[in-house]
């Protein structure tokens, strides 16, 4: 069944959307990641304008992200002190990206900035996902499972920089400047690349900042939720780039999926769901490179928009 996507401007089966919407939901649901880094990149392939595809998909992180929130708050592992701290960041970074977002978008660039992202982001963190799911994996099969270490919590530079502050649930005594910087980053990431940034965002809060794991996740999603909020905000007011059909087929397909993939999911080892994921994300990676280098018309046209 076709159905014409106003703000996209193109016609797309409205089942073939439900379908991505699930499979991502099910990714979602396996491996506890939102599923904009997937998501957004096979809109690209669908035939979704690049910028359209990001604004979209960031609203649809929203709901996804305010889900998560609430079983975090009842379990209380959200600390709200980091999470503003973070979220200041975030606003920031989400503006910055929003405004780079609208300069390249005048010259005609913006397809090529976002793709040329989701290709370097994307083969940084599967390659390095993969190396250290393949090693976990062995050294599962020949001493069975690795016991988990906790994050050593030795004088650190985020301690010794000015403007300290308490985070009381996260049991920390460190410097705001970092917490800022990381929620900068992925507040332009937002902006950019139509993603909550959780999959670089939650390393950081953990090695950088030294959070404890049990409240790592509950506080990203609170940041996510604001951030990708304003982007989406600062896209369909400046843009007009946030297609509300696209998002609500999405977000049906991904709400039914997560419910399955949540069932898959505990029945595969940590070792085998990672090494998964990685290669899903390898392979969505090297097709975007291979569309980069395989059609040199394109980009001219998208270049000759612009007027160079």
């Not at 998909?57 to 998560?68: D, K, M, P, T, Y």
């Not at 988990?148 to 985070?167: A, E, I, K, S």
């Not at 949540?262 to 569309?291: F, S």
Request: aromatic share 8%.
């Amino acid at each position: 069944m076709q159905i014409y996507l106003p703000i996209a401007e193109v016609s797309v089966n409205a089942f073939l959307l439900l379908g991505l919407g699930g499979m991502v939901g099910v990714l979602s649901g396996m491996f506890g990641v939102g599923g904009g880094f997937l998501m957004t990149p096979l809109l690209f392939m669908i035939g979704i304008p690049p910028a359209v595809a990001v604004a979209t998909e960031a609203n649809q992180i929203v709901a996804s992200s305010f889900s998560g929130v609430l079983a975090h708050l009842k379990r209380k592992t959200v600390d709200f002190r980091m999470g503003l701290v973070l979220l200041a960041g975030g606003l920031v970074g989400a503006a910055l990206g929003v405004q780079l977002f609208n300069v390249l978008r005048a010259q005609g660039q913006v397809d090529l900035l976002v793709k040329l992202s989701y290709v370097v982001f994307l083969g940084v963190i599967g390659g390095l996902m993969f190396v250290e799911s393949l090693g976990a994996l062995r050294r599962a099969r020949r001493t069975g499972p690795v016991p988990h270490r906790p994050v050593r919590r030795g004088r650190t530079w985020v301690q010794t920089m000015p403007l300290r502050m308490r985070f009381r649930t996260s049991g920390l005594y460190i410097s705001a400047i970092p917490p800022f910087g990381v929620g900068l980053a992925v507040g332009v990431l937002a902006a950019i690349m139509g993603v909550g940034g959780g999959f670089i965002m939650v390393p950081a809060m953990i090695y950088i900042l030294g959070m404890p794991t049990k409240v790592v996740v509950g506080t990203s999603l609170f940041q996510i939720i604001f951030v990708t909020a304003f982007a989406t905000l600062l896209h369909a007011t400046t843009n007009y780039t946030v297609d509300m059909v696209l998002a609500v087929l999405l977000l049906l397909g991904g709400v039914i999926g997560a419910q399955v993939g949540t069932r898959i999911g505990t029945k595969l080892k940590a070792e085998q769901l990672r090494i998964l994921l990685a290669a899903m994300v390898l392979a969505v990676c090297g097709k975007l490179a291979l569309d980069l280098l395989l059609e040199p018309a394109e980009l001219y046209s998208i270049a000759a928009e612009g007027g160079h």
